[in-house]
């Protein structure tokens, strides 16, 4: 059971060092850090994601900005309190890291996947210029009676086939990590800009039950 919950969110990804680390939270005497990479697009934009790191694997008081980190594990969310709301925060959970000094074959790779249920009805919808999108999300399951949930992009063909998914149904899919920024209003005059994560969904697979 606890090797499929391992194997059912995969990710490998690797860029840029954008900025320090930053302490995050302790478990049990453990502590953990955030740190920002920036991970280049085929189409040479570019995202910046969170990286999840412990203290055990990587010495954090250095600053490695400028340096390609790479890093192999699971992409988490947890619900973060502000005010009276709870707001999804996502980044990648960081098994393996290394600071690769030659370039592999592949370039930066932002590969994910994802064995989970989808936990609301998917948003289907067309934009000005008629692309097709639908929004999905998924919880994806961990240890000990964890849930992570992870919210998905799906465009064209895999839009029209996510608009049928019911909640519950049991997808897999394969994709990229991408960040988006967006304006969240917070007074009647008053915007902020924030980021969002998502999983940019390249493939994706239903799942019959077995009965």
């Not at 999905?136 to 895999?158: E, F, H, M, Q, T």
């Not at 994709?175 to 940019?200: L, N, P, T, W």
Request: net charge negative; proline share 3%.
């Amino acid at each position: 059971m606890l090797d499929k919950v391992f194997t059912n969110n995969q990710v490998t990804i690797a860029g840029e060092v954008v900025s320090e680390f930053e302490f995050s939270h302790e478990v049990y005497g453990e502590h953990f850090f955030v740190v920002n990479i920036s991970v280049c697009r085929l189409s040479n934009s570019y995202d910046v994601i969170p990286v999840m790191v412990s203290e055990r694997l990587v010495d954090v008081k250095n600053d490695y900005r400028g340096l390609i980190l790479q890093a192999s594990g699971q992409f988490r969310s947890y619900n973060r309190h502000e005010g009276n709301k709870n707001r999804l925060v996502l980044s990648v959970f960081a098994r393996e890291v290394s600071f690769p000094e030659e370039e592999t074959e592949e370039h930066n790779p932002n590969h994910i996947f994802l064995d989970g249920y989808v936990c609301k009805h998917p948003v289907y919808r067309k934009t000005p210029l008629g692309r097709e999108i639908a929004d999905v999300l998924l919880a994806v399951n961990r240890p000990y009676g964890k849930s992570d949930y992870i919210p998905c992009i799906c465009w064209g063909r895999n839009a029209r086939y996510a608009d049928q998914f019911e909640v519950g149904t049991h997808i897999q899919m394969w994709g990229r990590i991408q960040s988006r920024e967006y304006q969240k209003k917070i007074g009647e005059d008053e915007y902020e800009k924030r980021i969002a994560y998502e999983v940019s969904v390249s493939k994706m697979e239903c799942i019959e039950e077995e009965e």
